[in-house]
């Protein structure tokens, strides 16, 4: 069965502490997996595709790679503007463009 | 840019009440997806429409009915509603690429936060 894991749930972090959420996954036929950030209340913001192990992306503070079993998301020196939940997704067979998410990492920086 | 547009923001409904929930989703985008994000819970996919035919079917149950125009706007209807339904209601668009091509990305809207009393 597909299934996509983050981890931890919740991740209180001090402005400028460095870390990496976790997300892995175990489906058939993997075609693209994406990093959304969420705040409360609101639409999930999207932030990166992946398509292949090794492949790794970078916005401002955050940064994105790819494994065959797993992808991380590290923030470097966050702010207290990166509190959010960010959520992963995978889509998987051709024809089939839906997302399924994992139950996201809250995260909190602490000022 | 224009964003996915997502009506109304708030809705209040009694038990064993009918809702709707419109989306208009970005200008040629062909593709409507609709989610189903419960408290503390992961966006769980219900459905989802490419060129105004269901193209898949999630966890949506048999209460909840929708389709897509051909303005490519898009309705979900959900009739005897139950208190398990109060949740935020999520549309999304994207625009296909072609079989075979890279994953194309959704765009969300803000969102239909129902709540059944």
């Known amino acids: 069965e597909d299934q996509v894991t983050q981890s931890p749930e919740a991740l209180r972090l001090q402005e400028g502490e460095s870390s990496s959420l976790n997300c892995s996954y175990t489906v058939s036929g993997l075609r693209g997996l994406f990093w959304y950030r969420q705040d409360p209340g609101k639409g999930p913001e999207f932030l990166f595709t992946?398509?292949?192990a090794g492949e790794e992306k970078e916005k401002e503070r955050l940064k994105a790679t790819l494994t065959k079993k797993e992808s991380f998301l590290h923030i470097t020196a966050p702010k207290p503007e990166d509190s959010a939940t960010y959520l992963c997704a995978v889509r998987i067979n051709f024809g089939n463009e839906k997302l399924t998410f994992g139950t996201g990492t809250r995260l909190t920086i602490i000022p | 840019a224009a964003g996915v547009i997502q009506s109304p923001r708030h809705l209040i409904k009694e038990k064993r009440e009918t809702a709707t929930l419109k989306c208009y989703p970005i200008p040629r985008h062909d593709t409507v997806y609709w989610y189903q994000q419960g408290p503390g819970q992961d966006p769980q996919f219900l459905i989802s429409f490419y060129e105004k035919m269901q193209s898949d079917k999630g966890s949506i149950p048999d209460r909840f009915s929708a389709q897509q125009f051909s303005d490519y706007h898009s309705e979900l209807n959900m009739s005897s509603l139950e208190l398990g339904d109060s949740a935020l209601y999520f549309c999304?668009?994207?625009?296909?690429?072609?079989?075979?091509?890279?994953?194309?990305?959704?765009?969300f809207g803000a969102g239909s936060r129902l709540t059944v009393l």
């Open positions: 992946l398509y292949s």
């Open positions: 999304a668009s994207s625009a296909r690429q072609g079989s075979g091509s890279g994953a194309n990305v959704l765009t």
